[in-house]
C-alpha cells in the first residue's frame, strides 16, 4: 500500500514462506517496469523486469505479475531466505518529454525474513 | 551489467562548502543518471548526464546547486554546492545502455553502491 513520510509498507515473512510484494503505478502508457532490491548500506540491486506486452515473467525464485487493467504490479518471492530481507522498489519507465525515457521509483516495501 | 563504483562513498561535511562525487563504470555506456535518496525515501532523479553537453535536469533541481559534468562514456561527476543539513542524502549514480561490441544492452538502469553524504 502507499506510505506517508519515512514509514515504508512492510512484510515480514517466516524463512522458507513465499513473499508477494505489491506496487501500483500511475501512468497507463508506461511500458517497461523493474523490481530492484537495495540492501542496507548499498546501491538498488535489479532483480527482474517485464515490458507492458507481457503479463508474467519468471526468473531464479522471483516471477513478476503485471496487471495492466488495473495498473498493479507484483514481486513473488519463492522459499524466500534470510539474504532476501532487503528494501523493495518497483519502477516504471516512462516517456518524459519528448523522446526521453525516465524511470520513476515507488515507495518501497521493506522485507523482513524472520529465521 | 556494468561494474559502477563512487567515491566517496561517505562522507560528512560542513554547510556552505561543496563536495565532489565521482561514479566511473567499467565499460563505455550511453546513459548516466544522478540520483538522491534521502532517509527513508524512495529514489528521485536529479538528472541526466549527457556526454559533451549540458546535463538534464529535473523538476526542482538546478546546475546551480548541483553541477554535473560527463567528459566521456564511462565517467561523470556531481557536485553539490554550498551544501546544508538538507542535502543530507545518499547520492547514487546510473547507468544505462551498456556498448558492448557496437549492441546496444537493454535499457535496464544499474546503480552504484552510492555516496552517503551527511552535512552538519
Known amino acids: 500500500g502507499e506510505s506517508v513520510g519515512l514509514h515504508l509498507p512492510t512484510l515480514s515473512v517466516q524463512e522458507g514462506d513465499n513473499s508477494i510484494i505489491n506496487c501500483a503505478y500511475s501512468?497507463?502508457?508506461?511500458?517497461?517496469f523493474i523490481w530492484y532490491k537495495q540492501e542496507s548500506g548499498k546501491g538498488p540491486q535489479f532483480i527482474i523486469d517485464?515490458?507492458?506486452?507481457?503479463d508474467k515473467r519468471q526468473g531464479q525464485r522471483v516471477t513478476v505479475l503485471l496487471n495492466k487493467t488495473v495498473k498493479h504490479l507484483s514481486l513473488q518471492i519463492a522459499a524466500t531466505q534470510p539474504g532476501d530481507s532487503a528494501v523493495y522498489f518497483c519502477?516504471?519507465?516512462?516517456?518524459?518529454?519528448?523522446?526521453?525515457?525516465?524511470?520513476?521509483f515507488g515507495k518501497g516495501t521493506l522485507l523482513t525474513v524472520n529465521p | 551489467s556494468a561494474v559502477i563504483s563512487q567515491k566517496p562513498s561517505r562522507d560528512i561535511c560542513q554547510r556552505g562548502t561543496s563536495l565532489t562525487i565521482q561514479c566511473q563504470v567499467d565499460?563505455?555506456?550511453?546513459?548516466m543518471f544522478w540520483y538522491r535518496q534521502q532517509p527513508g525515501q524512495s529514489l528521485t532523479l536529479i538528472a541526466t548526464?549527457?556526454?559533451?553537453?549540458?546535463?538534464?535536469?529535473e523538476s526542482g533541481f538546478v546546475i546551480d546547486k548541483f553541477p554535473i559534468s560527463r567528459p566521456n562514456l564511462t565517467f561523470s561527476t556531481l557536485t553539490v554546492s554550498n551544501m546544508s543539513p538538507e542535502d543530507s542524502s545518499i547520492y547514487l549514480c546510473?547507468?544505462?545502455?551498456?556498448?558492448?561490441?557496437?549492441?546496444?544492452?537493454?535499457?535496464?538502469?544499474?546503480f552504484g553502491p552510492g555516496t552517503r553524504l551527511t552535512v552538519l
Open positions: 501512468n497507463s502508457a508506461s511500458d517497461y
Open positions: 546510473s547507468v544505462e545502455g551498456a556498448l558492448a561490441g557496437g549492441r546496444i544492452s537493454t535499457d535496464t538502469q544499474y
Open positions: 548526464a549527457n556526454q559533451g553537453s549540458e546535463a538534464t535536469y
Open positions: 517485464i515490458r507492458s506486452n507481457m
Open positions: 519502477a516504471e519507465n516512462r516517456l518524459s518529454g519528448g523522446s526521453n525515457y525516465k524511470l520513476t
Open positions: 565499460s563505455q555506456v550511453t546513459m
